[in-house]
C-alpha cells in the first residue's frame, strides 16, 4: 500500500531563516505530487505540483520554491522565511494518467515563523 | 474554471442528529467530485468520489453524498452524528488545469452531546 511522509512535524523559525520542508511517498511510481498551504481559518491553498523528476509547476509566486530531486521525493524550500509563511504545509500525491486522481495527503507540518 | 462552494463555514448538530454539509459547483464540464475529512492537526483524509458511474456515493464512517445535476450540488450526509465526527470537512472539484484539485474553504462541523 502506498504512505506518503512529511518531516518535520512541527516547526517554529525565526523571520529571515531558510526552510526545509520534505516529503516523501512509498508503494508507487512517478506519482504527482502536491503542496499545499492551509492558513488559520482559512481554505486550502495548492502551491506547486510536480508531474515528474525535475519538473516543477508554481501556482502562486511568492518567496517559496519547490524541487524534486528524486522520483517520490519532494521538498518545499525558502531563503527568507516571512511571518505571512506560518501555516500548516500538506504534501500530497495523485496517481498518473487521469486528470481528475484523486489526491492522498500527507500528515502535514505545522510551521511557524516568529 | 470549476470551482466550489461550501456553504456554512460552521455547522453544529447534535449527537444522534443528522448530518448535512452543503456543496454546490460549477464546472463547464461534467466534474469529478471529492469529500475530504481533517482532523485537527492532521492531513486531509478522503471520504468519498463521484466519478459519474452513480449518482449516489457511499463513502467511509457512514457518510454519502448525492451528485445533483440539475442543483449542481453535491451535498454529503450521515443520517445519526457521533462525537467522532466532529471534524473539518471540504469539498473539491476536478480542474481544468489537469493536475490540481479545486477546495472549498471547508466547513467545520461541531457535534453536542
Known amino acids: 500500500s502506498q504512505t506518503i511522509h512529511q518531516w518535520p512535524a512541527t516547526l517554529v523559525q525565526p523571520v529571515g531563516s531558510p526552510l526545509s520542508l520534505e516529503c516523501t511517498v512509498e508503494?508507487?511510481?512517478?506519482?504527482?505530487l502536491y503542496w499545499y498551504r492551509q492558513a488559520a481559518g482559512r481554505g486550502l491553498q495548492l502551491l506547486f505540483y510536480s508531474v515528474g523528476i525535475g519538473q516543477i509547476s508554481s501556482e502562486v509566486p511568492q518567496n517559496l520554491s519547490a524541487s524534486r530531486p528524486q522520483d517520490r521525493q519532494f521538498i518545499l524550500s525558502s531563503k527568507k522565511l516571512l511571518l505571512s509563511d506560518s501555516g500548516f504545509y500538506l504534501c500530497?500525491?495523485?496517481?498518473?494518467?487521469?486528470?481528475?486522481?484523486?489526491?492522498?495527503f500527507g500528515p502535514g507540518t505545522r510551521l511557524l515563523v516568529l | 474554471a470549476q470551482s466550489v462552494t461550501q456553504l456554512g463555514s460552521h455547522v453544529s448538530v447534535s449527537e444522534g442528529a443528522l448530518v448535512l454539509l452543503r456543496c454546490n459547483y460549477s464546472s463547464s464540464v461534467p466534474p469529478y467530485l471529492f469529500w475530504y475529512v481533517q482532523y485537527p492537526n492532521q492531513g486531509l483524509q478522503l471520504l468519498l468520489k463521484?466519478?459519474?458511474?452513480?449518482?449516489l456515493v457511499k463513502g467511509i464512517n457512514g457518510f454519502e453524498a448525492e451528485f445533483k445535476k440539475s442543483e449542481t450540488s453535491f451535498h454529503l450526509t450521515k443520517p445519526s452524528a457521533h462525537m467522532s465526527d466532529a471534524a473539518e470537512y471540504f469539498c473539491?472539484?476536478?480542474?481544468?488545469?489537469?493536475?490540481?484539485?479545486?477546495f472549498g474553504k471547508g466547513t467545520s462541523l461541531l457535534v453536542t452531546p
Open positions: 500530497a500525491w495523485g496517481g498518473v494518467g487521469n486528470l481528475q486522481e484523486t489526491q492522498y
Open positions: 473539491a472539484v476536478g480542474a481544468n488545469s489537469g493536475y490540481a484539485l479545486n
Open positions: 463521484y466519478t459519474s458511474a452513480a449518482t
Open positions: 508503494g508507487t511510481s512517478n506519482p504527482n
